[in-house]
Nanobody, 126 residues
Framework: QVHVTESGGGLVQAGGSLRLSCAVSAPTYSTYIMGWFRQAPGKEREFVATISWNGGRTHYADSVKGRFTISKDNRMNTVYLEMNNLKLEDTAVYYC???????????????????RGQGTQVTVSS
């Protein structure tokens, strides 16, 4: 059974930084496309960032481009989201998701990810 677990959320002031981590645990080793999504109160879940299985391809939502960086440690099947210059509108529950990689591509649609975490809260204060 595959498990996806996020960590690293918390409270931070506007302009500050946080790093989220997401680990995929599975009974056998596999390679995964991974992505981050977020959902703010009263809003729909939205795409944040995604990375191909080998880390060679990344894609970001326009709202976080230049401030967030997604990276991957394949040995540990862990993905990170480095968030800098955080804004009030970044406040949300952040979800990590994984999908077995069939190619060196990425996914921006949450519904295409089979394995999903429970989310971690990120709150940006003024």
């Amino acid at each position: 059974q595959v498990h996806v677990t996020e960590s690293g959320g918390g409270l931070v002031q506007a302009g500050g930084s946080l790093r989220l981590s997401c680990a995929v645990s599975a009974p056998t080793y596999s390679t995964y496309i991974m992505g981050w999504f977020r959902q703010a109160p009263g809003k729909e879940r939205e795409f944040v960032a995604t990375i191909s299985w080998n880390g060679g391809r990344t894609h970001y939502a326009d709202s976080v481009k230049g401030r967030f960086t997604i990276s991957k440690d394949n040995r540990m099947n862990t993905v990170y989201l480095e968030m800098n210059n955080l804004k009030l509108e970044d406040t949300a529950v952040y979800y990590c998701a994984a999908a077995r990689a069939l190619s060196n591509s990425y996914l921006t649609n949450y519904e295409e990810y089979v394995y999903r975490g429970q989310g971690t809260q990120v709150t940006v204060s003024s």
